[in-house]
């Protein structure tokens, strides 16, 4: 099989700090206009209002996505007490609010304890996840809620960095497929005020870091030389699987 040298050139991987309101499929748009990049792929959605590293794949690297997406996660991020919303991040409408003066720190602690660990997390409505088919998130436009089955993941760690009711701050470290928001949600739960997820930032993927991973701004002022330049080449990706 012939090798397009150009398309080989092209080849792997581009670390991105994804700004707030973009989707991630912006950032991948975005890449395949100005470059002019055939193949461009992503490695884990990130929410629009969630910022941080997206592992974009170029060329045929992009066949290595389902590999580098299975890696586990860290992430920071603020969870916000006594408020619950339909999509358990701040993307939607307030469903419920509670009071919080009760709530001590060492409540607060307790309860996100009981995440570390192998655990079972129903994913939410406002979600990519498929039943028959169909993304839930679709089903949930349509005012619709229906039963979805628990999936297994697993939480390596989840420390909380600051707490100050009814904002606390947190870090945690998770296996593919985890949804952050819906941890903030079953912490509120468990405290009886509710919760949702108000910030995230995602900082590492596998052996990734957002540490010197390009800003949209930067890539937007790149000519096809620097892209290239900051790319990690396809020959390099082995030692980060």
């Not at 794949?57 to 860290?74: I, P």
């Not at 006594?82 to 409540?107: K, N």
């Not at 002022?221 to 080449?233: H, T």
Request: charged share 25%; with cysteine.
């Amino acid at each position: 099989m012939t090798i397009d040298p150009k398309e080989l050139a092209e080849s792997g991987v581009l670390l991105v700090d994804k700004p707030e309101a973009w989707t991630s499929h912006d950032v991948v748009n975005c890449i395949r206009r100005r470059f002019g990049v055939r193949k461009v792929g992503h490695c884990g959605t990130l929410d629009p209002a969630a910022t941080g590293l997206l592992v974009i794949v170029l060329g045929k690297a992009t066949r290595l996505s389902d590999k580098l997406s299975g890696q586990d996660k860290s992430y920071a991020g603020t969870l916000r007490l006594g408020v619950e919303t339909f999509s358990e991040d701040r993307d939607s409408e307030v469903t419920a609010t509670a009071d919080t003066s009760q709530v001590t720190a060492v409540a607060v602690e307790a309860a996100a304890a009981r995440f570390v660990g192998t655990i079972e997390q129903v994913p939410p409505m406002v979600s990519a996840v498929k039943v028959q088919g169909r993304p839930l998130y679709k089903l949930a436009r349509q005012g619709k809620t229906i039963a979805r089955e628990a999936r297994t993941l697993t939480i390596h760690s989840l420390k909380l960095t600051r707490i100050a009711i009814p904002d606390v701050d947190f870090e945690i470290c998770c296996s593919k497929g985890t949804y952050v928001r819906t941890i903030c949600a079953d912490i509120g739960r468990i405290l009886g005020c509710g919760a949702y997820l108000h910030c995230l930032r995602r900082l590492r993927s596998g052996r990734f870091s957002v540490e010197g991973a390009a800003t949209m701004d930067e890539i937007k002022s790149w000519e096809r030389e620097q892209l290239l330049a900051r790319m990690i080449p396809l020959a390099q990706l082995f030692g980060y699987l």
